[in-house]
C-alpha cells in the first residue's frame, strides 16, 4: 500500500485530540520516522512558518524547519500541485495523514499519492460513509495506523 520510501505530509490538525492535545500515538508514530521524510502543515493562515515550527517543536514533535509549511509559504488551498512543486517530492512518494476530506486532498490521490483518514476530532465514521470521497485508508487512531504498518512492514 504505501511507497517504498514514504514521505508524510500530516495536517497538525490532525494530530490533536478533543481536548486539544497532541496525540499520545501520534507523537510515538512520528517519531518512529525519519524526520526528514516528515511535513507538518496547517490550515492556520494566522500563524507563520516559524511560529508554528516553535508549536510543534514546544508539542515534542521530531521535524525539521524546512519541512513546516503554512498557508503564507504556498496557495492558501494547500493546491496539491503546488504543494508537490514547493517540497519537491515525487507525487508517488506522498502520503498525507488528516482527519478530514476535501476535494484537494483527494487531489493528492490523483496524482499518484496515497490519503490516509484518521478518525479523531475531525471527519467521523458517518461522515466518511456519506462523503464522496474514498481514501486509501481509514483507522480510527494513530495507534491503530501504526499497528497496521508495523504489520505491513514485516
Known sequence: MLPQQPCFVFFIESLITQTNTLDPYALKFISTLQKNNCYFLTHNSNTNRETFYN????KNIPCIFNNVVTPNDI???????????FINISPKRIVVITNVLTDDYCEYQRLGGKLILILNNGTTYD???????DPDLVLGNFHNLAI??????R
Open 75 to 85: 496557495p492558501y488551498s494547500y493546491n496539491a500541485l503546488s504543494l508537490f512543486k
Open 127 to 133: 461522515d466518511y460513509l456519506k462523503s464522496h470521497h
Open 55 to 58: 508549536d510543534l517543536v514546544s
Open 148 to 153: 497496521f504498518l508495523n504489520k505491513k512492514r
